[in-house]
């Protein structure tokens, strides 16, 4: 009937030759557990837990009882943050002892945990999208991409966030974080983040081409140098196409897209309806390839549409040097008047 200890992370005797429990640790994160000792002993309260040889800088604090003699517990909480000079195997040792009246007190024996405190902290890691990632989307058609990353340091919270500001009408939504390990003994052994980038290009984006970086990085807290990972995703807007929705007419998109329906449906041979099916790819504009000595104007004036008609299809012709420069061979976005054609 002498005291016991009940529970993570204590739970053999080293004195019965099983190896003691192992906890892992990190430099500069607080590694903070539970202690508990009960005794049944008749009349017997649990009157203290003593340690043998605590890592310099480790305490026992709060400890509170409850029960009544004969059922009685006590639980101390064991806290204590790593120094780099301090990444190693450490055992904390433990002894519980009671107390009853008229009686010498029992010892629950010398019961150790060993404690592996890591030098390294690791870096988190993107799961998803895989390095050289790109993304192609269709004009005026909303998209989705989950972003989701981990970190093998349980201890600490994970950010995931764009590298710089969204624009455009991008957007990531808050990221869902699994919970870190308050306790040493949690069960958790890594933390994730996920969250979803959304972007419904507009109509005036054909041709629009992006690198967007996100960043994922722990939370970090006194004393430690966060950790941190860049991931890159090249989102292209698709020239001159958009993808049939649910819902969706010839003449509805040809509202979307502020162009006659009548030359939309002329640009899509394959059309056998004027309620195209839901994924079908479509051309909102005629695809040049451009020549020799073409200018915006002369195609314009060839099309019988304006300058601005045409950059408005094009987002990588809207500067004024890529207006002026036309290469030979560079392919372009026309919506030509059908009668001039």
């Known amino acids: 009937l002498k005291p016991v200890f009940d529970g993570l992370p204590i739970v053999s005797n080293v004195s019965t030759g099983s190896p003691p429990p192992v906890l892992n640790g990190f430099v500069g994160y607080e590694i903070f557990f539970t202690i508990t000792a009960k005794t049944s ?24 009882v409850e029960g009544v003699p004969g059922a009685h517990t006590m639980h101390i909480d064991f806290r204590w943050t790593p120094l780099p000079t301090q990444a190693q195997k450490h055992y904390v040792c433990l002894e519980a002892m009671d107390e009853v009246a008229g009686q010498d007190p029992l010892s629950s024996g010398q019961h150790c945990v060993l404690l592996e405190v890591a030098a390294e902290n690791p870096a988190p890691v993107f799961d998803f999208p895989p390095e050289n990632t790109t993304i192609r989307f269709y004009l005026a058609v909303f998209n989705s991409i989950v972003i989701n990353g981990t970190n093998d340091n349980p201890y600490d919270n994970i950010l995931l966030v764009p590298k710089v500001t969204l624009t455009q009408g991008q957007a990531l939504s808050p990221p869902v974080a699994t919970e870190k390990k308050i306790k040493a003994t949690d069960p958790a052994t890594r933390v994730s983040a996920a969250a979803t980038f959304t972007w419904q290009p507009g109509i005036h984006l054909g041709a629009y081409s992006e690198t967007i970086c996100f960043v994922l990085s722990q939370q970090g807290g006194p004393g430690t140098i966060p950790s941190s990972k860049e991931r890159c995703i090249l989102m292209i807007v698709q020239r001159c196409k958009y993808q049939a929705q649910v819902g969706d007419t010839i003449q509805g998109i040809g509202t979307t897209f502020e162009s006659d329906w009548l030359s939309l449906w002329a640009l899509n041979v394959g059309l056998s309806t004027f309620d195209p099916p839901v994924g079908q790819e479509m051309m909102i504009g005629r695809l040049y390839i451009v020549q020799p000595g073409d200018t ?3 195609v314009a004036t060839e099309f019988g549409t304006t300058v601005d008609g045409i950059k408005q299809l094009n987002f990588d012709l809207t500067s004024d040097s890529a207006a002026r420069e036309l290469p030979s061979g560079k392919e372009i976005c026309i919506f030509p008047d059908t009668c001039t054609e």
């Open 41 to 64: 002993r008749p009349g017997a309260t649990v009157a203290e837990i003593r340690s043998f040889a605590l890592p310099e800088g480790a305490q026992l604090l709060n400890s509170v």
């Open 296 to 298: 915006l104007l002369s």
